[in-house]
């Protein structure tokens, strides 16, 4: 067996076009997924039962399924209940994303949890009301402690949006299944492919591990 | 015009979920059993002094952390075959793949509670003549153990989310069984809604068992969980 990358570059342009489908998707579930999951999260944290019920059971429903169960569902269930088409990029965002913010949700409630009450008392005695108090005070605290799990999440999105290939959107994965099936190369391709997912991730990664140490150092 | 609902179709599928449940259970078991194994010997190897095991461990443990499980499965499903000339079933590829991966996470919940516990902890097994094998077996572990069962739940709850990703090399795990059965039936609402509720309450069912043992731990003061 001899390994021969060649047949794999000559498919750069296929290889291209599945890294911009990955970074769209990526950034549209990023955006989404983690906006998403700070109102729930918000409504996991309020004390009228109202809020917090709908988003109990949202958190619990999205992180207790599988997402690619959620993305085939979005796109072969739900087109029958609406009068129009979901294209696969629809239906694997809105799986992605309202799984993200199921996740990212329990972080921001973590986060503002873990701010010492007298902060809230502080921004209270200085006549805030709730919403300044948590936009000005607490959030701005809050974000710090939350940036490595935040950025974990980004990292298990970026992931998730191979999955995409199962509702086939030109992403990555989707166009080295391409490639692997016109020129009968999957160890060339599928390897390929991987290196690529590496190179995007590793730096993300090794990033969120110095936030990681940088909080440590600080508490 | 409103959708009439009819799960009569599903349910006279139903021993076809049924068996597709089963399965998505023996690909999260087998690989649960492989990737504790895998999982604490790649924490060991990392742990090690020797920069010969740490770094080749290190490697593995980021790379499987890394990249995109479905990649992975794809490349052990048509490459590794190739490779190494040999038949790989569904199954065998699912297995090797989810131990793997886990295995890597695993690693680092095994190391973290490792290096959770005090040095006083080896010291005062070195001084009754225990070696670093001893030690490790009868003093470190049994505690970190302890101390790493709700991080554990939390990603064997992972892992079985992530064995639906089988579904895409056709073996008949729970999802691939609803795909089947929503062609088949023309219902694919109905069908993957139950598939969906099905996945829920037994996940969810795991969940509440890891959330009470946390607890439980967290009551005695022995949980890595943050």
Same mark, same amino acid.
């Not at chain 1, 950034?27 to 998403?36: E, N, P, S």
């Not at chain 1, 329990?106 to 007298?118: P, V």
């Not at chain 1, 191979?162 to 030109?170: D, G, I, M, P, Q």
């Given at each position: 067996?001899?390994? =021969?990358?060649?047949?794999?570059?000559?498919?750069?342009?296929?290889?291209?076009?599945?890294?911009?489908?990955?970074?769209?998707?990526?950034?549209?579930?990023?955006?989404?997924?983690?906006?998403?999951?700070?109102?729930?999260?918000?409504?996991?944290?309020?004390?009228?039962?109202?809020?917090?019920?709908?988003?109990?059971?949202?958190?619990?429903?999205?992180? &207790?399924?599988?997402?690619?169960?959620?993305?085939?569902?979005?796109?072969?269930?739900?087109?029958?209940?609406?009068?129009?088409?979901? /294209?696969?990029?629809?239906?694997?965002?809105?799986?992605?994303?309202?799984? /993200?913010?199921?996740?990212?949700?329990?972080?921001?409630?973590?986060?503002?949890?873990?701010?010492?009450?007298?902060?809230? =008392?502080?921004?209270?005695?200085?006549?805030?009301?709730?919403?300044?108090?948590?936009?000005?005070?607490?959030?701005?605290?809050?974000?710090?402690?939350?940036?490595?799990?935040?950025? &974990?999440?980004?990292?298990?999105?970026?992931?998730?949006?191979?999955?995409?290939?199962?509702?086939?959107?030109?992403?990555?994965?989707?166009?080295?299944?391409?490639?692997? /099936?016109? &020129?009968? &190369?999957?160890?060339?391709?599928?390897?390929?492919?991987?290196?690529?997912?590496?190179?995007?991730?590793?730096?993300?990664?090794?990033?969120?591990?110095?936030?990681?140490?940088?909080?440590?150092? =600080?508490? | 015009?409103?959708?009439?609902?009819?799960?009569?179709?599903?349910?006279? $599928?139903?021993?076809?979920?049924?068996?597709?449940?089963? $399965?998505?259970?023996?690909?999260?078991?087998?690989?649960?059993?492989?990737?504790?194994?895998?999982?604490?010997?790649?924490?060991?190897?990392?742990?090690?002094?020797?920069?010969?095991?740490?770094?080749?461990?290190?490697?593995?443990?980021?790379?499987?952390?890394?990249?995109?499980?479905?990649?992975?499965?794809?490349?052990?499903?048509?490459?590794?075959?190739?490779?190494?000339?040999?038949?790989?079933?569904?199954?065998?590829?699912?297995?090797?793949?989810?131990?793997?991966?886990?295995?890597?996470?695993?690693?680092?919940?095994?190391?973290?509670?490792?290096?959770?516990?005090?040095?006083?902890?080896?010291?005062?097994?070195?001084?009754?003549?225990? $070696?670093?094998?001893?030690? %490790?077996?009868?003093?470190?572990?049994?505690?970190?153990?302890?101390?790493?069962?709700?991080?554990?739940?939390?990603?064997?709850?992972?892992?079985?989310?992530?064995? *639906?990703?089988?579904? *895409?090399?056709?073996?008949?795990?729970? %999802?691939?069984?609803? $795909?089947?059965?929503?062609?088949?039936?023309?219902?694919? %609402?109905?069908?993957?809604?139950?598939?969906?509720?099905?996945?829920?309450?037994?996940?969810?069912?795991?969940?509440?068992?890891?959330?009470?043992?946390?607890?439980? %731990?967290?009551?005695?003061?022995?949980?890595?969980?943050?």
């Amino acid at each position: 067996m001899r390994w =021969d990358f060649a047949s794999v570059f000559a498919n750069t342009d296929a290889l291209l076009a599945g890294a911009a489908g990955t970074l769209r998707i990526f950034a549209i579930c990023l955006v989404l997924g983690l906006g998403l999951g700070l109102v729930v999260g918000l409504g996991r944290y309020a004390r009228t039962k109202w809020l917090y019920l709908p988003a109990t059971a949202f958190v619990e429903f999205f992180r &207790n399924t599988p997402v690619l169960v959620q993305i085939l569902w979005f796109y072969f269930a739900l087109p029958i209940l609406m009068p129009f088409e979901i /294209s696969p990029l629809t239906a694997a965002s809105l799986g992605i994303s309202l799984n /993200s913010a199921a996740f990212s949700a329990e972080i921001y409630r973590a986060g503002t949890q873990s701010i010492d009450r007298g902060q809230w =008392d502080g921004a209270r005695a200085l006549g805030m009301r709730w919403g300044q108090a948590m936009r000005r005070i607490v959030l701005p605290q809050a974000i710090k402690r939350m940036l490595p799990a935040l950025t &974990n999440r980004a990292i298990e999105i970026f992931k998730m949006t191979t999955l995409a290939s199962a509702v086939a959107y030109v992403e990555l994965l989707q166009q080295g299944k391409l490639i692997a /099936s016109l &020129n009968y &190369n999957p160890i060339e391709a599928y390897t390929a492919v991987a290196v690529i997912f590496l190179v995007f991730l590793w730096p993300l990664v090794q990033f969120t591990y110095v936030l990681e140490r940088r909080l440590k150092r =600080d508490e | 015009m409103a959708y009439q609902w009819d799960f009569t179709p599903v349910l006279a $599928n139903a021993p076809l979920l049924v068996q597709g449940l089963l $399965n998505t259970l023996k690909v999260t078991g087998t690989s649960l059993v492989f990737g504790l194994a895998l999982g604490l010997a790649l924490a060991l190897l990392r742990l090690s002094p020797r920069r010969a095991f740490a770094w080749p461990a290190g490697l593995v443990i980021e790379v499987f952390r890394t990249t995109p499980p479905l990649v992975q499965l794809f490349w052990f499903f048509f490459a590794l075959p190739l490779l190494v000339g040999i038949e790989m079933t569904a199954f065998m590829a699912a297995v090797v793949t989810f131990s793997i991966q886990s295995a890597a996470f695993f690693a680092e919940v095994f190391r973290g509670g490792i290096v959770s516990i005090e040095r006083g902890q080896w010291d005062g097994a070195r001084a009754i003549g225990m $070696n670093h094998a001893q030690a %490790l077996r009868r003093i470190i572990l049994p505690q970190a153990v302890k101390r790493m069962i709700p991080a554990f739940m939390e990603r064997a709850i992972e892992l079985m989310k992530t064995t *639906t990703l089988v579904a *895409t090399i056709s073996y008949a795990d729970l %999802l691939f069984a609803a $795909n089947e059965i929503a062609q088949k039936t023309f219902r694919p %609402l109905e069908t993957f809604t139950v598939a969906a509720l099905i996945y829920f309450v037994v996940i969810f069912a795991f969940s509440l068992i890891a959330q009470l043992l946390e607890r439980r %731990l967290a009551v005695s003061g022995e949980s890595t969980v943050h």
